[in-house]
T-cell receptor, first 115, second 115 residues
Framework: AQSVTQLGSHVSVSEGALVLLRCNYS??????LFWYVQYPNQGLQLLLK??????LVKGINGFEAEFKKSETSFHLTKPSAHMSDAAEYFC?????????????FGGGTRLMVKP | EAQVTQNPRYLITVTGKKLTVTCSQN?????MSWYRQDPGLGLRQIYY???????DKGDVPEGYKVSRKEKRNFPLILESPSPNQTSLYFC??????????????FGPGTRLTVL
């Protein structure tokens, strides 16, 4: 069974500061990993994905994440926060040896950006 | 425009009154899925379908029904809604392959309140 833990249900940063959202996973096989973003009153949008190619993955809007197998982590970062980054972020895991559609989500982290 | 649509977007109902939330996709995807989103719990899968007339339970199927009579539509049915089904519901779709990564596309969500 797979699981995802996102440390910190709420993260607050100042505009221009580093954004770091944490994600740790548990999986019996090397997984596929995803970050989704949910803006207010909208559905989920894929930010980036790791599917066993490069361990440092770049996504949209200046976000990136690094897959660290030894730490079972896939933390999301952005060097400089912008007010438009305020949203809820979800980490998710998928088992590549199974049907490649089953996603297990973490509990989400709400990012607040202060001016 | 490629999209997943859900209707209604907002619904307030009373305990025991049957309701249906519709989901439709125009991307010719085989795989469709329903999730519910609750604070601190992320998204949990209710039911999924790998193709027409093929459906299966997700992690939290109790109190829900689905059907897949056409490829593009995947309605979620609550035969006798209860207050613990108050939640934000998302429909998602993707291509289906036995192995590998298949990006899921999410609808805008349906906010359901059961009084």
């Amino acid at each position: 069974a797979q699981s995802v833990t996102q440390l910190g249900s709420h993260v607050s940063v100042s505009e221009g500061a580093l954004v770091l959202l944490r994600c740790n996973y548990s999986s019996s096989v090397p997984p596929y990993l995803f970050w989704y973003v949910q803006y207010p009153n909208q559905g989920l949008q894929l930010l980036l994905k790791y599917t066993s190619a490069a361990t440092l993955v770049k996504g949209i809007n200046g976000f990136e994440a690094e897959f660290k197998k030894s730490e079972t982590s896939f933390h999301l970062t952005k060097p400089s926060a912008h007010m438009s980054d305020a949203a809820e972020y979800f980490c998710a895991v998928s088992d590549p040896t199974g049907a490649g559609n089953m996603l297990t989500f973490g509990g989400g982290t709400r990012l607040m950006v202060k001016p | 425009e490629a999209q997943v649509t859900q209707n209604p977007r907002y619904l307030i109902t009373v305990t025991g009154k049957k309701l249906t939330v519709t989901c439709s996709q125009n991307m010719n995807h085989e795989y469709m899925s329903w999730y519910r989103q609750d604070p601190g719990l992320g998204l949990r899968q209710i039911y999924y379908s790998m193709n027409v007339e093929v459906t299966d339970k997700g992690d939290v199927p109790e109190g829900y029904k689905v059907s897949r009579k056409e490829k593009r539509n995947f309605p979620l049915i609550l035969e006798s809604p209860s207050p613990n089904q108050t939640s934000l519901y998302f429909c998602a779709s993707s291509f289906f392959r036995d192995r590998g990564y298949n990006e899921q596309f999410f609808g805008p969500g349906t906010r359901l309140t059961v009084l």
